[in-house]
């Protein structure tokens, strides 16, 4: 093969190419008889030297992008119709902690003498049925958490050192059996109302406010 055939070869190979060549014909031409006389010299490992002017002459930047391989962190991603086979997680019922929905308060221990001058219980969420705010009744499990923290409560006379009232809301009775903690552990002269199971203070009244 002349060095004329040579060249006229390699040119029809890059023009057959899906690509654009920026080389010039010249540089076609000096390449391949740099190219052939390597090969002449080198025998068989001519070929390595005609597959380098090739990966010389075709541009990896001119690669259709249509031929890379895809990319992105998007790859592999769930469609819509797979994400609605995925496991959802169920939300869990809120724990309302035993606490019912009591229709009065029903006591069931004896008022002795000594609370015969307490004034009467005082009225509030610890005792009380919460509603919605157009005054229909609540799901319990929609009750504030601090009604369904505190289900057993207790008020005291802290002057007096009497027990004023008990209300457990998971049997809708008094407590039975309640003893009251020490008076001078708690706020002097009111009304305390207490968690009855742990003691801690939830409400206080001085009992100059309130009207026998």
Known sequence: ????????????????????STVSPNEVRERAQRSKQH???MGASGVVGVLALAAIVIQPSLYP????????LTAGAPS????????????????????QR???????????ASR???????????????????????????????????PATAQINTREGT???TFDRRTCTSILGFTPPQ?????????????????????TQPLSEITP
């Open 39 to 41: 090969r002449r010299t």
């Open 183 to 203: 008076a001078e552990n708690l706020p002097s002269n009111s009304i305390v109302v207490i968690d009855a199971e742990t003691g801690e203070v939830l409400e």
């Open 116 to 150: 015969a001058t307490d004034p009467a219980a005082l009225e509030g969420w610890w005792n009380g049925t919460p509603t919605s705010p157009d005054g229909k009744d609540m799901p319990i499990e929609s009750w504030p958490r601090q009604v369904l923290d505190h």
């Open 65 to 72: 992008t249509a031929d890379l391989p895809p990319t992105g």
């Open 80 to 99: 819509s119709d797979d994400l609605g086979s995925l496991p959802t997680a169920t939300p869990s019922a809120p724990d309302t902690n035993g606490v």
């Open 163 to 165: 027990v004023v009232e």
């Open 1 to 20: 093969m002349t060095d004329h055939d040579f060249v006229t070869s390699m040119r029809n190979r890059v023009e057959r190419a899906p690509l654009t």
């Open 102 to 112: 009591c229709a009065g308060f029903r006591p069931n221990e004896s008022v002795d």
